[in-house]
């Protein structure tokens, strides 16, 4: 089955401001990837209509949603010091949302099993009353909404971006039906993701984080995803699942202080992916971070290759600095199954 793309050119018309590292590049930087690494006839490209507003009001708060509207009809406005509306920001981000939505309706429905969904700007920082983090609108919150509301009952969200997803977690806090599971950098931005938030009523347990010290590369990540990750697949059962995809925790990023390579990215994706096809469990993978474009390319590149079950070309990782010692790695994956005994057999 055909694998889908989801994508908007609007999402090229976010604007930041010169030199802010989400830049409309980053997008022209995956297209070309995938152009170049051959995968192009193993996708779908979909154009992404605008998110349905009642969709979008399950997660955000009507008062935020028009601050970015009224911001954009006004020219732009900050955020946060990190965080701009430029005038098409608001379009941008109702088709990066749209995006979201048009992929999980569409995986709900049987056209097809897996997905990449394309868009800026990210999401996974955005709160319900506010963005910050370069976020605007909650991209993959968005998509774990419609895939509930198509009938799914429990949906799994793996947050890899380096930057632990602060607005996801709050978005699904008490929320047992979305198990919200991200591994981040430690001691990184926004500050939280510590093993101790693991939601709360009857969601308690169903947030799970991981945070691993600078320096985790493939081989850590790995050992997250054996220790924590797949475990949780089996206990929670997913009948759907969708992938924070960010990958600033590349070693070449600026923005991360990780070292994982493209190939890793895609060692991840391979991992999930088995784990959950023997139940038939749609895959939804949307774009967060990843700031240093040719490592974005080919670490997307990467995890197409798993979503559309073909080879493509990839350029050769080098120079990959040595990762840190591995028994820190295992002392917080200890850490966090100690924390989720209570909830899960892990």
Do not use: K
């Amino acid at each position: 089955m055909i694998t889908l793309h989801v994508t908007h050119p609007a999402c090229e018309r976010h604007a930041p401001g010169l030199g802010h590292p989400e830049r409309p590049e980053r997008l022209r930087a995956v297209l070309r990837a995938i152009d170049e690494s051959g995968l192009t006839d193993q996708v779908r490209t979909v154009e992404a209509p605008a998110v349905d507003e009642r969709l979008l009001a399950a997660v955000h708060d009507g008062a935020y949603v028009a601050r970015i509207e009224a911001l954009a009809r006004q020219g732009g406005g900050w955020l946060d010091p990190d965080t701009r509306v430029g005038p098409d920001s608001a379009v941008a981000a109702m088709h990066a949302a749209g995006a979201a939505q048009r992929a999980a309706e569409a995986l709900c429905a049987g056209q097809a099993m897996r997905a990449f969904v394309t868009v800026r700007p990210p999401g996974h920082h955005a709160l319900p009353d506010r963005g910050m983090g370069f976020c605007l609108f909650n991209n993959a919150a968005l998509a774990a909404v419609a895939a509930r509301h198509a009938g799914r009952q429990r949906v799994m969200i793996v947050d890899w971006d380096v930057h632990h997803g602060n607005g996801t977690q709050a978005v699904f806090w008490r929320d047992p039906s979305v198990l919200v599971v991200s591994l981040h950098q430690e001691f990184w931005y926004p500050g939280t993701g510590a093993v101790d938030e693991i939601g709360e009523g009857a969601g308690e347990g169903f947030t799970v984080n991981v945070p691993l010290p600078a320096e985790t590369g493939n081989a850590g990540y790995e050992a997250a995803f054996a220790g924590v990750v797949l475990p949780l697949v089996s206990a929670f059962g997913p009948d759907f699942v969708v992938i924070s995809a960010g990958y600033d925790g590349h070693f070449a990023d600026p923005l991360g202080g990780m070292v994982l390579t493209a190939r890793g990215y895609g060692r991840l994706a391979r991992l999930l992916d088995d784990a959950v096809r023997p139940r038939e469990t749609p895959v939804l993978a949307v774009l967060e971070g990843g700031y240093d474009l040719d490592a974005l390319g080919a670490s997307v590149v990467a995890t197409l290759e798993v979503l559309t079950e073909h080879t493509a070309w990839i350029a050769p990782d080098e120079d990959v600095p040595a990762e840190v010692p591995a028994a820190l790695v295992q002392a917080r994956i200890r850490d966090v199954q100690e924390r989720l005994r209570p909830f899960w057999r892990l």
